[in-house]
């Protein structure tokens, strides 16, 4: 005796529309609809970065003039671009550990890359702080300490960029990945052999024309996707906006330097890639 089955013919347009319903939609499986959790998670972010870095600030100053309002809001600034990014990270974690696939889209790419940047920042930030300014790491070795963070972070950074530039197939997002190493390795080369000759009002203007060009490269692949018609999910700009914001920050502590009455925090903000 065949047990019993539903009939197909039998099933009515009602039953149909339910079994639609609970299946999933192909674009929830691609990317996540925008929800309270991710809005509740990147106020959580915002604010536990935001805390710790102020905390390693005051730390790092004690003894010295306070930080002034222009400082104090650029970090804010950066603070925030770094909350979305830790956001995207959490997101992405999540996602893969419910077996879905993320990042799809470049900017979610961008994105993750962002968040992993911004964990490296502030880690490396932290042990700097507790190294050096705790009183008990020997003066001589600080030299090595930064290299071999530098070293480190450098390398992580560049494992990010080349996993993006495997996985992503749009040509013009290829070449904004593959600008990112680029354009920073071409910054730190210039600014090592002519560090000598030049200012160091000349050293800021050329660090900044970093996230300046970098935005520039970025805003021309958004443009071309645009003209081309791509439509992208929130998770996909969400990635593009922070870079954009990350990039203004930075720019803004840099340029803070030409102010010597504004003690800026430049030491816990790192750029956006």
């Not at 071409?186 to 600014?191: D, L, T």
């Given at each position: 005796?065949?047990?019993?089955?539903?009939?197909?013919?039998?099933?009515?347009?009602?039953?149909?529309?339910?079994?639609?319903?609970?299946?999933?939609?192909?674009?929830?499986?691609?990317?996540?609809?925008?929800?309270?959790?991710?809005?509740?998670?990147?106020?959580?972010?915002?604010?536990?970065?935001?805390?710790?870095?102020?905390?390693?600030?005051?730390?790092?100053?004690?003894?010295?003039?306070?930080?002034?309002?222009?400082?104090?809001?650029?970090?804010?600034?950066?603070?925030?671009?770094?909350?979305?990014?830790?956001?995207?990270?959490?997101?992405?974690?999540?996602?893969?550990?419910?077996?879905?696939?993320?990042?799809?889209?470049?900017?979610?790419?961008?994105?993750?890359?962002l968040g992993v940047g911004?964990?490296?920042?502030?880690?490396?930030?932290?042990?700097?702080?507790?190294?050096?300014?705790?009183?008990?790491?020997?003066?001589?070795?600080?030299?090595?300490?930064?290299?071999?963070?530098?070293?480190?972070?450098?390398?992580?950074?560049?494992?990010?960029?080349?996993?993006?530039?495997?996985?992503?197939?749009?040509?013009?997002?290829?070449?904004?990945?593959?600008?990112?190493?680029?354009?920073?390795?071409?910054?730190?080369?210039?600014?090592?052999?002519?560090?000598?000759?030049?200012?160091?009002?000349?050293?800021?203007?050329?660090?900044?024309?970093?996230?300046?060009?970098?935005?520039?490269?970025?805003?021309?692949?958004?443009?071309?996707?645009?003209?081309?018609?791509?439509?992208?999910?929130?998770?996909?700009w969400l990635g593009v906006?922070?870079?954009?914001?990350?990039?203004?920050?930075?720019?803004?502590?840099?340029?803070?330097?030409?102010?010597?009455?504004?003690?800026?925090?430049?030491?816990?903000?790192?750029?956006?890639?």
């Amino acid at each position: 005796m065949e047990p019993d089955t539903p009939d197909e013919s039998r099933l009515t347009s009602a039953d149909l529309s339910e079994i639609e319903m609970s299946a999933p939609a192909p674009e929830e499986l691609e990317s996540p609809r925008l929800g309270i959790f991710h809005l509740l998670a990147l106020t959580a972010c915002v604010a536990a970065y935001l805390g710790v870095t102020q905390t390693l600030s005051r730390a790092t100053q004690q003894g010295t003039p306070p930080i002034g309002g222009l400082a104090a809001a650029t970090g804010s600034a950066h603070a925030i671009g770094a909350g979305a990014a830790l956001a995207g990270l959490i997101l992405f974690a999540v996602r893969r550990l419910r077996g879905l696939r993320f990042p799809t889209h470049p900017g979610e790419y961008l994105l993750v890359i962002l968040g992993v940047g911004a964990v490296l920042d502030l880690a490396r930030s932290t042990l700097v702080t507790l190294l050096i300014f705790s009183g008990n790491f020997p003066i001589e070795r600080t030299q090595w300490v930064f290299v071999t963070i530098e070293l480190g972070t450098f390398g992580i950074k560049a494992a990010m960029l080349i996993w993006a530039l495997v996985c992503v197939k749009v040509r013009r997002w290829r070449a904004f990945f593959l600008a990112v190493p680029v354009v920073n390795v071409a910054a730190i080369a210039s600014v090592t052999f002519l560090a000598r000759t030049m200012s160091p009002q000349n050293i800021v203007v050329a660090s900044a024309g970093v996230p300046v060009l970098l935005s520039v490269v970025l805003a021309v692949v958004v443009i071309r996707d645009h003209a081309e018609g791509k439509r992208y999910p929130w998770t996909h700009w969400l990635g593009v906006g922070t870079h954009f914001w990350l990039d203004a920050a930075r720019v803004g502590m840099l340029l803070l330097e030409f102010l010597p009455v504004q003690p800026s925090c430049s030491m816990i903000g790192g750029g956006a890639v």
